[in-house]
């Protein structure tokens, strides 16, 4: 039901813009966020955005990063600026639905330095 893309290979300090798309209405979700899974180490949450548009940061991407709804094109979009190496990973985008998590499949993103 998600969709992620958009991912790719970038410099340091350039721009990314990924983006979720939903097979169905993207407001059916309470909450989408974006996960990174650096090699090696866990999922953790990136950026989240509630059916309200209330947004929520990781303190590694706060002033960097945007993330945004479109209700229109039922999208949710990571736009990532000044991008670090250690931004590094796959990115996922997950969906909250009453008890339930929907995942997208992943996309890479590679800053190289």
């Known amino acids: 039901q998600l969709q992620a893309s958009g991912g790719g290979l970038v410099q340091a300090g350039g721009s990314l813009r990924l983006s979720c798309a939903a097979s169905g209405s993207i407001r059916n979700f309470h909450v989408i966020a974006w996960y990174r899974q650096a090699p090696g180490k866990k999922r953790d949450v990136v950026a989240s955005i509630t059916s309200g548009d209330s947004t929520n940061y990781a303190d590694s991407v706060k002033g960097r990063f945007t993330i945004s709804r479109d209700n229109v094109k039922n999208t949710v979009s990571l736009q990532m600026d000044s991008l670090k190496p250690e931004d590094t990973g796959v990115y996922f985008c997950?969906?909250?639905?009453?008890?339930?998590?929907?995942w997208g499949q992943g996309t890479q993103v590679t800053v190289s330095s």
């Open positions: 997950n969906g909250k639905f009453l008890l339930s998590d929907y």
